[in-house]
């Protein structure tokens, strides 16, 4: 159990902590369990032991979120507004589809936006 909680955590005290986590659900299952020596139980046990160490990856990620709005670390960070970016993407479609007609020798190339 411990071997497949450090394989998934990469951290002794996670692994501990998911076997840990593991033991305690199996107890509260032991009445589903027939066979202890069954290699289904095996795969119920590793099973467990996987959800329990991905369980504990999902609570120690941490989401960051950045307000590009503000400065970070002193330094003010300029956005492009949304009408140049939009207008540099048509210009970038525009000359792609000019590369196409050079190349396929088209007569008439028609842009919808």
Excluded: W
């Excluded at 902590?17 to 020596?37: Q, R, T």
């Amino acid at each position: 159990m411990f071997y497949v909680a450090m394989k998934i955590l990469r951290n002794e005290h996670n692994a501990e902590d998911a076997v840990h986590k593991a033991f305690l659900s199996i107890l509260e299952n032991l009445d589903k369990i027939s066979n202890v020596e069954c290699p289904k139980t095996q795969s119920y046990i590793v099973i467990i032991v996987e959800r329990k160490a991905i369980d504990i990856i999902r609570t120690n990620t941490k989401i960051i979120n950045i307000n590009f709005d503000e400065t970070i670390g002193g330094i003010e960070i300029p956005l492009p507004c949304e009408n140049e970016v939009a207008d540099a993407m048509v210009k970038l479609q525009r000359d792609m589809i000019m590369g196409l007609k050079e190349e396929l020798e088209l007569k008439e190339v028609k842009v919808f936006i």
